[in-house]
């Protein structure tokens, strides 16, 4: 068991350009999740998967944000025309969803992509 | 926004100190977790708790779900320098089982 895995770890852009992350989440698992984090906040839900079919979206995520995951198994988050306000850490959790009970389903974190906006 | 109030907002404790951080909401949550965040990394769960009144240990670490679903407590005994970090509780919400954080509990711990 490797963990989730989040790829890059840091990316630094220019406002306005498109950035893409990755992240691998622990075998089996149904569920994948990601969240944004910014400086002295608790992570912020985002979006969610069950296999390859994105099931819910926060608000916060605008049209300028998109998630997949093609084949059930890793996910992309892209942002396109990014703004300083993206800055933040993006992490990705995955569980293994009904199958590992209902109620005791935990969340897995990956260690997070940290964005700077220039 | 946050519906998660946690306190302290940060502490500085000595090494051997017990530690009791508490977090607080005003509506009811049928599970509650805590989690623990070093710089730069994700957070790690710690303790979950998945019954009112339910007082759970994890070596040096005890939570407890309070009675009335909205608050928990943490507290961590004999606090050692790799204890410092940012401590988040936090509750599931909605059929995707969303995780919901607090506003976070900073520990420093001096030699």
């Known amino acids: 068991d490797t963990g989730v895995s989040q790829d890059p770890r840091h990316k630094i852009t220019k406002r306005g350009q498109n950035v893409t992350f990755r992240c691998d989440p622990i075998?089996?698992?149904?569920?994948l999740y990601w969240y944004r984090q910014t400086l002295g906040q608790g992570p912020e839900f985002l979006t969610y998967?069950?296999?390859?079919?994105?099931?819910?979206k926060s608000r916060l995520l605008s049209d300028r944000f998109s998630a997949e995951r093609p084949k059930g198994s890793f996910s992309t988050l892209e942002i396109q025309r990014t703004e300083q306000g993206d800055s933040a850490m993006y992490l990705c959790?995955?569980?293994?969803?009904?199958?590992?009970?209902?109620?005791?389903?935990?969340?897995?974190f990956g260690p997070g992509t940290r964005l700077t906006v220039l | 926004g946050q519906q998660l109030n946690q306190s302290p907002q940060s502490m500085f404790i000595q090494e051997g100190e017990d530690v009791s951080m508490n977090c607080t909401s005003s509506?009811?949550?049928?599970?509650w977790l805590w989690y623990k965040q070093d710089p730069g990394e994700g957070p790690v769960l710690l303790i979950a708790?998945?019954?009112?009144?339910e007082l759970t240990s994890n070596g040096r670490l005890t939570a407890q779900f309070g009675i009335t679903r909205k608050d928990s407590f943490l507290n961590i005994s004999a606090s050692i320098p790799s204890d410092v970090g940012i401590y988040f509780c936090?509750?599931?919400?909605?059929?995707?089982?969303?995780?919901?954080f607090g506003t976070g509990t900073r520990l420093q711990v001096t030699l």
């Open positions: 959790a995955s569980s293994l969803g009904l199958a590992g009970g209902v109620i005791s389903d935990t969340q897995y």
């Open positions: 708790l998945y019954k009112a009144g």
């Open positions: 509506s009811i949550f049928n599970t």
């Open positions: 936090a509750v599931r919400t909605g059929t995707a089982s969303k995780l919901t």
């Open positions: 998967f069950q296999n390859e079919a994105q099931l819910e």
């Open positions: 075998s089996e698992h149904n569920r």
